[in-house]
């Protein structure tokens, strides 16, 4: 709609996340895994490995809202999917894989699935595979049963020694040692956008050339003043701000001849 009046828009790359999360058709938000939260120490191993097989970051890093120091600067986690949560039967056996305590978010407050203590019905319903062994897991979600099994052979090694010399992870260093072994697919999951039309100190939206479009004014998360980076808690501050400026503003135009 502001497009067809002429508006700029900018930021609509811009988004805070990724993390890494479940998400099945079933449910319309997703699953954050607990052991993926750089703050809980659960037992039993557990890793993530993308569409080759291989692991791609360090799974507990917190994260600033999804954005992690690649080569002195801040960039969204990378998230090559599928990517697949691997872990053993300590892990699986150690309670829910996903936190469902009422804190925030959609699917805990709002959606209230009820996430079983034993992770059995979401075994039942597919969102979790089950094999014997790491190579018939690779089988199961199509990897390369070699590549898998070298992965979680480096893993537990590391892992055994202290030390992950492929990515650095000092948490839940734990290797995967009791089948049998389990995946998770994983999709890259986020709060939310700051895209949209281009505001300017006024909120008003401006054109491409910067010139504001008349009576047409701004506020909140659509066409945030936040650049490539979500600064976080930021989005409410500027939601309260550009809502009193855009208000203010609107309503000392004069009444429409
Ligand atoms: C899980 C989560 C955690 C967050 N945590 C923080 C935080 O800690 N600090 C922080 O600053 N920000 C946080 N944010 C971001 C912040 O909550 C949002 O940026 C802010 O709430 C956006 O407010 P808004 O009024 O711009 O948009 P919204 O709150 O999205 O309001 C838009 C409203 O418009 C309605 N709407 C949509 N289409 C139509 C239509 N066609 N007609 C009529 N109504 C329509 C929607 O139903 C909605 O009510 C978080 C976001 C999420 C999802």
């Not at 990724?18 to 703050?39: D, I, R, W």
Request: proline share 8%; hydrophobic share 35%.
């Amino acid at each position: 709609m502001a497009q067809m009046v002429g508006a700029d828009l900018w930021h609509m790359n811009n988004y805070a996340g990724p993390s890494m999360a479940l998400k099945v058709p079933e449910v319309p938000t997703s699953f954050s895994m607990q052991a993926f939260h750089y703050s809980k120490v659960i037992p039993g191993g557990a890793i993530v490995v993308g569409p080759d097989g291989r692991r791609f970051c360090d799974e507990k890093f917190k994260t600033r809202h999804g954005k992690v120091p690649i080569n002195g600067r801040w960039m969204p986690l990378p998230t090559p999917v599928p990517m697949y949560m691997i872990l053993d039967h300590v892990h699986f056996s150690a309670g829910p894989l996903y936190d469902k305590t009422p804190s925030h978010g959609w699917t805990q407050i709002i959606e209230k699935y009820d996430w079983s203590h034993d992770n059995s019905k979401e075994l039942a319903s597919g969102w979790i595979k089950k094999a014997d062994t790491v190579a018939g897991l690779a089988k199961a979600i199509g990897l390369d049963p070699a590549v898998l099994e070298a992965t979680v052979s480096r893993w537990n090694a590391d892992s055994e020694a202290g030390r992950d010399t492929e990515f650095g992870r000092t948490l839940m260093l734990t290797p995967l040692s009791r089948g049998p072994f389990y995946a998770i697919e994983l999709s890259p999951s986020m709060l939310n956008t700051q895209g949209g039309p281009r505001r300017n100190e006024k909120a008003e939206i401006v054109r491409p050339d910067g010139t504001p479009i008349p009576r047409l004014y701004s506020a909140g998360e659509l066409g945030s003043i936040y650049s490539y980076l979500y600064q976080g808690t930021g989005n409410l501050g500027e939601c309260l701000g550009f809502g009193r400026i855009a208000g203010r503003n609107a309503a000392a135009q004069p009444a429409w001849g």
